[in-house]
């Protein structure tokens, strides 16, 4: 089984920052790729940022400039560094990964349990 342990959601002002991490655990044998989705109040989820194995990023229109994400490979890690938040940034944030899993090593989709951002004066 895996584990996606996602920590850093919190409140902040208009135009400030916030870093999400998040953390695969168990019986990975490789992660494919990583990446952030979040769900705002009424809406549906939606993409905010993915890695894959070589470094090649993707990011949804709304964050370019302002959202950077990365992984660190060797500790199965993914961050999103948020930078210049907006009051429409508030939503729950999702890890999400796709690993192939030991023993047959056949590729899944997990999802983490999400983290909520509140961005708010």
């Known amino acids: 089984q895996v584990q996606l342990l996602e920590s850093g959601g919190g409140l902040v002002q208009p135009g400030g920052s916030l870093r999400l991490s998040c953390a695969a655990s168990g019986s990975i044998f490789i992660i494919n790729a990583m990446g952030w989705y979040r769900q705002a109040p009424g809406k549906e989820r939606e993409l905010v940022a993915t890695i894959d194995n070589r470094a090649s990023t993707n990011y949804a229109d709304s964050v370019k400039g302002r959202f950077t994400i990365s992984r660190d490979y060797s500790k199965n890690t993914v961050f999103l560094q948020m930078n210049s938040l907006k009051p429409e940034d508030t939503a729950v944030y999702y890890c999400?990964?796709?690993?192939?899993?030991?023993?047959?090593?056949?590729?899944?989709?997990?999802w983490g349990q999400g983290t909520q951002v509140t961005v708010s004066s």
């Open positions: 999400n990964a796709r690993i192939a899993v030991l023993p047959r090593k056949y590729e899944s989709e997990y």
